[in-house]
């Protein structure tokens, strides 16, 4: 399995930044790709960028693209969403995932931080 916990949330005023990290333990030698998803309230979860755990490539939901940057340290197994010119419509619970070879689908999930964007 794999342990995946979020940290770095909170409340910041529109136009800010905010690091969150996402710290990965267990059988992390499993894992292929790393995503960041987000919920607001009374909407579904969606897609916001994924990295893969080996070469680095990444991918970008377009309302993001710009704006956030993913990244990855391998030897501390974690993964990074700097979060710049934050809106109001950001304002989100931000939960870590991660897909692990085999499967097609993110198969481990972190219990998500809240990010909350004042105007």
């Known amino acids: 399995q794999v342990q995946l916990v979020e940290s770095g949330g909170g409340l910041v005023q529109a136009g800010g930044s905010l690091r969150l990290s996402c710290a990965a333990s267990g059988r992390t030698f499993s894992v292929y790709t790393m995503g960041w998803f987000r919920q607001a309230p009374g909407k579904e979860r969606e897609f916001v960028a994924r990295i893969r755990w080996s070469g680095g490539s990444t991918y970008y939901a377009d309302s993001v693209k710009g704006r956030f940057t993913i990244s990855r340290d391998n030897a501390k197994n974690t993964v990074y969403l700097q979060m710049d010119s934050l809106k109001p419509d950001d304002t989100a619970v931000y939960y870590c995932?991660?897909?692990?070879?085999?499967?097609?689908?993110?198969?481990?999930w972190g219990q998500g931080t809240q990010v909350t964007v004042s105007s």
């Open positions: 995932a991660a897909r692990t070879s085999g499967h097609t689908n993110y198969d481990y």
